[in-house]
């Protein structure tokens, strides 16, 4: 049903979470969180594909693409880094110390409490509460980036 990851070479298959799940330590590849809960205290590095109904909670790191499905949602407490898509209907939550960076097409909410630093698109929602910014990029040398 899901395409396999290639890592170090190998064909590797996708993560599926059916169920509330706590990630420790590192994982590789892609996730599919097709319902419960995914807690993820350690690290992703890979795609993370959130479905209707679920949701994710990033103490942690998640580094990789994110997909945000209509009906899911998602808190950062940690740090999400990559591109990031959140779907109409969808929540990010980024919780006083948490950190979202990278691109970002909001289409569905996004709150801030903590950070976003990022390029964005969509007609989504952004909303700034508390100690919440949005972080604004650094030009030297005629290149732009995000300083961390």
Not at 7 to 12: E, S
Not at 90 to 99: A, F, P
Request: net charge negative; with cysteine.
């Amino acid at each position: 049903m899901y395409e396999m990851d290639y890592i170090d070479g190998k064909r590797v298959p996708p993560m599926i979470i059916n169920e509330d799940y706590v990630l420790v330590g590192e994982h590789c590849g892609t996730i599919h969180v097709e319902a419960g809960t995914l807690v993820i205290q350690g690290k992703n590095s890979g795609t993370l594909d959130v479905q209707m109904g679920a949701k994710v909670e990033v103490l942690g790191e998640q580094s990789g693409s994110t997909h945000i499905a209509t009906g899911a949602e998602a808190i950062v407490r940690g740090i999400m880094s990559g591109s990031t898509t959140i779907s109409d209907g969808s929540t990010i939550i980024v919780e006083e110390k948490g950190r979202l960076s990278g691109s970002l097409r909001n289409e569905g909410i996004l709150i801030i409490k903590g950070v976003f630093g990022g390029a964005r698109s969509g007609d989504g929602e952004i909303i700034i509460e508390g100690n919440g910014y949005i972080k604004e990029p650094v030009t030297r040398n005629g290149m732009t980036y995000y300083q961390w």
